[in-house]
């Protein structure tokens, strides 16, 4: 069930199984007990935020919430380290010792700002969150964020399989959950079915980014081929329209979808409203 809310009230809303769309890739979870924020990106619309080598882009659309009206979180799943998943307001506000699950690249990098508790993770690592409630079960999966000619320019980029258990004596989980990350379609992404063969709700990060003249982010054709090579039984775009960078819109891959026949397949989520999982 999809709850439409726009106020810091979704967070209340949102209830103990659930997932809200803030904006860009920033993602709330909650889950027996666990509160996990993923890409935290809060800047306001109009900001400009740095991408490297000079290159900047500006924010169109506001988050749905502040971080002041997030609550605290167990931990953050971060992508890659880019100032559009990782942002100038996250870098100030977040506690010091949040453990932030990523890259080893963007672990070394927060580790640079001050961060304690950076969690490293190559490819098919795991790390686990255990608790009273339940338990989380997180697995970097493989991203690329470019192709091969431009992959010096970006960082190194994750996916994340999340698989959540509601007690401990629970041997199957009750909800898993893929985030691509900024990936764009490659080769190696194709492990992930045979690895991950169960997948009930995948998030997906779209938007066609354009950077030096290269797609570093899945486009809407992109994103139905993830769809039809994972098979998650919800997919929910994410990450289509906040920045000027992004080039594909939203529309384009509502039109990509239903020409492949899988509109019972999406699921779209305004910022702001939560799903139940």
């Known amino acids: ?10 967070v209340q809303h949102a209830g103990d199984a659930s997932l809200l769309f803030v904006g860009n ?4 979870l909650r889950y027996a007990g666990f509160t996990l924020l993923t890409d935290p990106n809060f800047v306001p619309a109009g900001e400009e935020v740095p991408l490297g080598y000079g290159m900047k882009t500006r924010r169109l659309r506001d988050p749905a919430l502040g971080i002041d009206q997030i609550p605290p979180v167990d931990a953050v799943i971060l992508s890659h380290f880019h100032a559009d998943h990782f942002d100038r307001i996250a870098e100030e506000q977040l506690p010091r010792d ?19 508790a950076p969690v490293a993770l190559e490819t098919w690592q795991q790390h686990e969150l ?21 992959s010096v320019a970006l960082p190194d980029v994750m996916g994340s399989y999340l698989e959540m258990w509601p007690s401990a004596g629970e041997s199957q989980p009750s909800v898993r959950l893929y985030i691509t990350g900024d990936t764009i379609m490659y080769e190696g992404l194709r492990e992930i079915p045979e690895r991950c063969p169960e997948i009930d709700v995948a998030l997906l990060h779209l938007g066609g980014t354009r950077v030096m003249g ?3 982010t899945m486009d809407a054709d992109q994103g139905v081929e993830m769809l039809e090579l994972v098979r998650p039984r919800i997919g929910i775009p994410i990450h289509y329209d906040d920045y000027e960078a992004f080039k594909s819109p ?7 979808v239903r ?5 019972d397949r999406v699921r779209y989520v305004e910022r702001g409203d939560s799903i139940r999982l």
């Open 1 to 10: 069930m999809v709850q439409s809310t726009t106020t810091a009230d979704a």
């Open 25 to 28: 890739a920033t993602v709330l």
């Open 98 to 116: 949040l453990p932030i699950v990523t890259t080893p690249e963007a672990a070394g990098l927060l580790g640079d700002r001050g961060f304690t």
């Open 130 to 150: 255990s608790g009273e409630g339940g338990r989380i079960r997180i697995t970097a999966m493989p991203g690329r964020h470019a192709p091969a000619g431009l």
């Open 214 to 216: 290269f797609t570093v």
């Open 250 to 256: 939203l529309s384009d891959f509502v039109e990509a």
């Open 259 to 263: 020409a492949a026949g899988l509109d």
